[in-house]
């Protein structure tokens, strides 16, 4: 929901779209020359997965920030109510046993210019104060061809390098549901298993379980999607695989931005 009029003929064109997508809670940016346009909203499915084989080494870092980014302890967040036709607000603040509907101290202020709807201010409120809990955590990384093809506001799968318990590699081969890795696989616990096809999309987790036959694979129920199998001519990018338990697989999970 949008309701504003610019007022002002010297406001460019590019500062009107940044106000409409602010209400609507939109990413505008440039790929290639072409205005493009995300919804920033939860990704249920990745748009692709990393692991050290389109990573360029020494190039993956994390950090975590020990307090809230920009030193903000909640949000405030301006709309006009359509009841009142006067500015409103709707503010929230994290403590330490959550989030409460109160003042912040120090808030994250946003203006929803065109917003008069309050569940639509609502709606971004949450959203920030929650963006601020996760936004602790950051990671970067420089990736091989396949980082062109994710664009910003889409969800990734990042296998961590030097984390034993986020397994990575290829898949080698497969007869049915069995499937033969480049990596050994160390089960510990319930793990789960998501593999890309020939065109780097990834399937949703699949519960994953050891092969009696050999440590260098596992058994899956994964649809029968087509893979990428290396044969050094015909196929240089292989179909990849990461296996973890749910908590770890979760972990792996990344907001582009």
């Known amino acids: 929901y949008f309701d504003y009029t610019f007022d002002d003929e010297d406001i460019s064109l590019g500062s009107r779209i940044e106000t409409i997508c602010n209400a609507a809670r939109v990413i505008a940016y440039w790929d290639d020359g072409v205005l493009t346009f995300a919804r920033d909203e939860r990704k249920e499915f990745p748009s692709a997965v990393f692991n050290r084989a389109n990573i360029v080494a020494d190039e993956y870092k994390i950090s975590y920030d020990m307090t809230m980014p920009g030193g903000y302890d909640g949000v405030e967040v301006e709309y006009v109510s359509p009841r009142t036709n006067k500015k409103t607000y709707i503010r929230y603040r994290i403590t330490d046993t959550g989030i409460v509907e109160q003042s912040a101290l120090s808030p994250l202020k946003i203006s929803l210019s065109g917003c008069r709807n309050e569940y639509q201010a609502e709606d971004r409120a949450l959203l920030e104060v929650n963006r601020l809990i996760s936004s602790r955590m950051k990671m970067n990384m420089k990736t091989l061809a396949d980082g062109e093809y994710v664009s910003p506001g889409e969800m990734i799968v990042v296998a961590d390098t030097y984390d034993t318990n986020q397994q990575a590699g290829y898949i080698v081969a497969r007869n049915g549901d069995d499937f033969d890795t480049s990596e050994q696989i160390n089960f510990a616990g319930d793990m789960y298993v ?14 994953a379980y050891p092969r009696t036959d050999t440590k260098f694979g596992f058994t899956a129920t994964v649809p029968n999607i087509t893979l990428n199998i290396f044969d050094g001519y015909n196929v ?22």
């Open 236 to 257: 240089q990018s292989p179909s990849r695989y990461v296996i973890a338990t749910t908590e770890e697989m979760e972990a792996m999970r990344w907001r582009v931005s």
């Open 194 to 207: 998501r593999v890309t096809d020939s065109i780097g999309n990834s399937t949703d987790k699949v519960r």
